[in-house]
């Protein structure tokens, strides 16, 4: 890392050293790391990036639900049309690991 955390990381509610531990394990694939580590790095390709960072001309609402700004935050926790279905699987994907 460049010594600045990403902006979810600055929080004193999220253990540092546990967000990355997965890091260290070595136990994916290189393209699978690369892309969690640019999710936690908010650099994934959304439309809020290709607007804001990419300076494209592009929309940066969220293509899905078309009312707030489409971040990597916004896709993985806050869109309220996915959290009517992909949140509930995705928990449940979960919690059936854990029992």
């Not at 967000?19 to 439309?47: F, H, M």
């Not at 309220?80 to 949140?87: D, T």
Request: aromatic share 6%.
């Amino acid at each position: 890392m460049n010594g600045q955390l990403p902006r979810n990381l600055d929080g004193k509610l999220v253990d540092i050293e546990q967000s990355y531990i997965w890091l260290k394990s070595g136990d994916i694939k290189g393209e699978t790391e690369s892309t969690l580590v640019a999710a936690q790095d908010q650099a994934i390709s959304t439309n809020y990036f290709k607007n804001k960072i990419s300076k494209q001309e592009i929309e940066s609402k969220c293509r899905i639900c078309k009312q707030h700004e489409e971040t990597t935050d916004h896709l993985t926790s806050g869109c309220p049309i996915l959290a009517k279905n992909e949140y509930l699987m995705r928990h449940d994907k979960v919690c059936t690991h854990l029992h």
